[in-house]
Every structure is written in C-alpha cells, then in structure tokens.
Nanobody, 123 residues
Framework: QVQLVESGGGSVQAGGSLRLSCAISKSTYSTYTMGWFRQVPGKEREGVALLSAGGSSTYCADSAKGRFTVSKDNTKRTLYLEMNSLKPEDTAMYYC????????????????WGQGTQVTVSS
C-alpha cells in the first residue's frame, strides 16, 4: 500500500509563495509518476504538475507554467511543488497523487492520493 502525506499549505497574500511537500511511503516510489492536483468545491480535480519516474516534468495547468516548479528528493522520498507569484485563483485544496507508469494529467489514472492540503491566496 502506498501512503502519501502532504504538508505546506496555508494562507498567503497574492504575490506570495508556498512550497508544498508530499512524502511517499513506498520505497520503490521511483518507478511511479507523482503529481499535484487541485480542487475547488463544485469543480473537477485539476492536474497541476507532474513528475514522471524518469524525472520529466509536465505542467498540466497553463496557469502553473512559469510560476510553479515540481521537483523531488529521492533520498527523502518527497515530492515538492514550489509555488510563486500566487494568485487568488490558485486557492484550492491541493492533493498529491501517484500512479505506476507514465505521466497523465487526468486524475482518473491515479491510484494513490494524499489527504490534501489547503492553499488560500487572498487579494
């Protein structure tokens, strides 16, 4: 069983920065694609940024390109999402997810999910 635990959410003003972390329990996580998704009430979960097992990044949300950076630390088995120049529209619950195999922006392909961490950006 794969367990994911997010941390790092919070409340910031527009223009600020946050770094989200996702710790994964599985020692063989290097074979998984891991990603960040976000969801606001009443809307579908949206892919934000992914990191494939091979280390290639994919930014699913156009709004994330140039502002967000996805990375991982293999020694800590942790995925990160560095978010800069935050906007009120970035407000959402952010989830970490993992799947075996290649990257996919749709949340439907992901088998493992964390509990989520709230990000709130005020204007």
């Amino acid at each position: 069983q794969v367990q994911l635990v997010e941390s790092g959410g919070g409340s910031v003003q527009a223009g600020g920065s946050l770094r989200l972390s996702c710790a994964i329990s599985k020692s063989t996580y290097s074979t998984y694609t891991m990603g960040w998704f976000r969801q606001v009430p009443g809307k579908e979960r949206e892919g934000v940024a992914l990191l494939s097992a091979g280390g290639s990044s994919t930014y699913c949300a156009d709004s994330a390109k140039g502002r967000f950076t996805v990375s991982k630390d293999n020694t800590k088995r942790t995925l990160y999402l560095e978010m800069n120049s935050l906007k009120p529209e970035d407000t959402a619950m952010y989830y970490c997810a993992a799947k075996f195999g290649g990257a996919a922006c749709s949340s439907h392909w992901y088998n493992y999910w964390g509990q989520g961490t709230q990000v709130t950006v005020s204007s």
